[in-house]
């Protein structure tokens, strides 16, 4: 028997597919956009850009932007009754 892989991108093939349109490269201009300090933002993930990507399980959230850590936004949400703060790159939030 081979053991089964359980990687961060397991069990992902349907919610993290592109529609065919819009397969390849994203624009330059998803990576470039700015958010400011208490913007509400959607996390929308973009499977061609593998850096700065949270976790699967917080697709479709809303969250509020907290700060900013290098290149990558400090984005604050609810999960449950915790408060969790994740760690995205622009390419992987929207404003909402």
């Known amino acids: 028997?081979?053991?089964?892989?359980?990687?961060?991108?397991?069990k992902?093939?349907?919610i993290?597919?592109?529609k065919p349109r819009n397969r390849g490269i994203s624009?330059?201009?998803?990576?470039l956009q700015h958010f400011d300090e208490g913007e509400k933002?959607?996390?929308v993930i973009d499977p061609s850009v593998h850096r700065g990507m949270p976790h699967i399980r917080f697709q479709g959230h809303?969250?509020?932007?907290?700060g900013k850590q290098g290149?990558?936004?400090?984005v604050q949400l609810r999960s449950g009754k915790k408060v969790k703060t994740l760690i995205v790159?622009?390419?992987h939030i929207r404003r909402g």
Not at 1 to 10: C, L, W
Not at 27 to 31: A, F, G, K, L
């Open 27 to 31: 624009s330059i201009t998803r990576s």
């Open 12 to 14: 992902s093939r349907h």
């Open 41 to 43: 933002v959607n996390i």
């Open 71 to 74: 290149n990558a936004y400090r």
């Open 89 to 91: 790159r622009p390419e």
């Open 1 to 10: 028997m081979v053991k089964r892989s359980k990687g961060i991108r397991s």
């Open 16 to 18: 993290l597919r592109k």
């Open 62 to 66: 809303t969250g509020t932007v907290v």
